[in-house]
């Protein structure tokens, strides 16, 4: 394939150009200036009739119970989505303020991801060392960030168990130096698994390599986080006081007991804006999970306007519903707003600064970083406008830990949405068993949430 390229004369700055651009003469420009070098883009650039006019009631809201935290941790994909087994636990315990352990889900992440990066590792020897894909597996290794199907394959496998049978520790709550130990332990490894398999190394004898690097990870991880426990006694007393003892149970029996919820039944609807993907499409991105023999990555590719009937629907009918979006965008944190257009820049810079989801996707602006659950959902003439977050970051910001989202951030920001396989419109059934379209491993699809 030839690349044109066409030639063009490169040109400096010069006085002609300089002499035509604004200076503080301009009252607006001046005033602009004063704003934003004493108060900041953001303060300056701040709606304040944003702030006011966004009511946090809802018409249908879920949550009675405190908001959980991920601390200086990139967990919210495993707290959003325990928040939501938790939902089945606490009505079945009887517990209001009941919690899972992040702690213990975060451990079987991080090892089996490490098993499933060393598997990519020798799968993938055959690639050069300064390939596109091995760097970015190199670089992207065993960070905190997760997807809703790597979440579902934890649970499937290893089970849950409840905060005091693992609670936290300062490594799991601050997971930057645990994690830079383990990133320099398998990047290291996965050289001298390159490096033995060039020499002619046999497929059992990397295995066997594996298996002695899975044996330093573990020793990092129970160090760092505790030993997960295999079973545990289980007691504990309701919010009527009530006592209950269940005995010795498995961190798989005590989710079959307590939370069971069929998770293969729900699918990760997402709005994908670019238009060489259609909707009603299911895809999927390569070298992109966590357990090996686990739940494939899988999305529909959804009409917004689908996934936010699905959506709040699912709430109305009681239970709240797992989702990614970019939370870095038009967001407020002390005031837990998540609203369309909070920040004014093009009218603070007088600069056209608006940009479309398509755009932001294709130019790296904007992919799903964050997850959250829905809690609420305020429904006027049969369509939502405003929606309840619950968020992972403790009880500090918006209202006790919980956001407040308008329908239009929802539809610039907001990239997926899990629901029920069977609430899905005959349209999009057919993609749940379909052959996904596989994007590439650095596709903007395949962000992690952090």
């Not at 517990?95 to 352990?101: C, G, Q, R």
């Not at 590792?121 to 790597?150: C, H, N, Y």
């Not at 409840?162 to 709550?173: D, I, R, V």
């Not at 992972?392 to 989202?405: A, I, Q, R, V, Y």
Request: proline residues 4%; glycine residues 8%; charged residues 25%.
């Amino acid at each position: 394939m030839t690349i044109q390229t066409r030639s063009v004369t490169s040109r400096a700055v010069d006085d002609d150009l300089l002499a035509t651009l604004p200076t503080t003469d301009d009252p607006t420009l001046r005033l602009a200036l004063n704003a934003v070098t004493h108060s900041g883009v953001d303060n300056s650039a701040l709606d304040r009739e944003k702030v006011t006019g966004t009511p946090k009631v809802m018409s249908n809201r879920l949550d009675d119970w405190s908001a959980t935290s991920q601390q200086k941790s990139g967990r919210c994909w495993l707290f959003s989505s325990l928040n939501l087994l938790r939902s089945a636990a606490r009505t079945d315990l009887g517990v209001k303020d009941f919690e899972l352990s992040g702690n213990y889900a975060v451990f079987w992440d991080k090892f089996e991801r490490a098993n499933y990066f060393l598997n990519d590792i020798i799968a993938t020897v055959s690639e050069p060392l300064d390939s596109r894909l091995i760097q970015f597996m190199l670089a992207e290794v065993l960070g905190d960030g997760g997807q809703w199907d790597m979440a579902v394959s934890i649970y499937a496998k290893h089970g849950v168990v409840p905060k005091e049978a693992m609670p936290e520790t300062e490594p799991s709550t601050h997971t930057a130096q645990m994690n830079k130990q383990l990133q320099t332990l398998l990047r290291k490894a996965a050289l001298d698994l390159r490096e033995q398999a060039a020499a002619g190394a046999s497929q059992e004898v990397l295995d066997a390599a594996r298996r002695g690097i899975l044996a330093d990870v573990w020793r990092i991880l129970v160090i760092s986080l505790g030993n997960p426990p295999s079973s545990f006694e289980w007691e504990w007393i309701d919010d009527d006081k009530n006592f209950h003892r269940d005995g010795v149970l498995t961190p798989t029996e005590f989710y079959a007991r307590h939370v069971g919820i069929d998770l293969s039944g729900y699918v990760c609807l997402v709005d994908d804006p670019r238009r060489e993907h259609p909707k009603g499409r299911a895809l999927t991105v390569e070298h992109l999970g966590n357990v090996v023999g686990g739940r494939q990555i899988r999305y529909i590719n959804a009409p917004m306007d689908t996934i936010k009937r699905l959506a709040a629907e699912t709430i109305v009918a009681g239970e709240p519903v797992w989702f990614g979006a970019d939370v870095s965008q038009q967001s407020e944190r002390d005031d837990g707003l998540l609203v369309g257009d909070l920040y004014d820049y093009s009218g603070l810079f007088g600069v056209d600064l608006s940009t479309t989801k398509e755009q932001r996707v294709n130019t790296g602006a904007s992919a799903m970083n964050h997850a959250m659950l829905f809690t609420g959902v305020d429904v006027a003439d049969g369509a939502p406008r405003r929606w309840r977050v619950e968020n992972s970051w403790g009880e500090e910001p918006g209202d006790k830990g919980f956001f407040t989202m308008d329908d239009a951030w929802f539809t610039d920001y907001v990239f997926e949405v899990v629901v029920k396989v069977d609430s899905l419109p005959e349209e999009l059934r057919a993609a749940v068993a379909e052959e996904p379209l596989a994007l590439p491993a650095w596709d903007p699809m395949g962000t992690l949430a952090r």
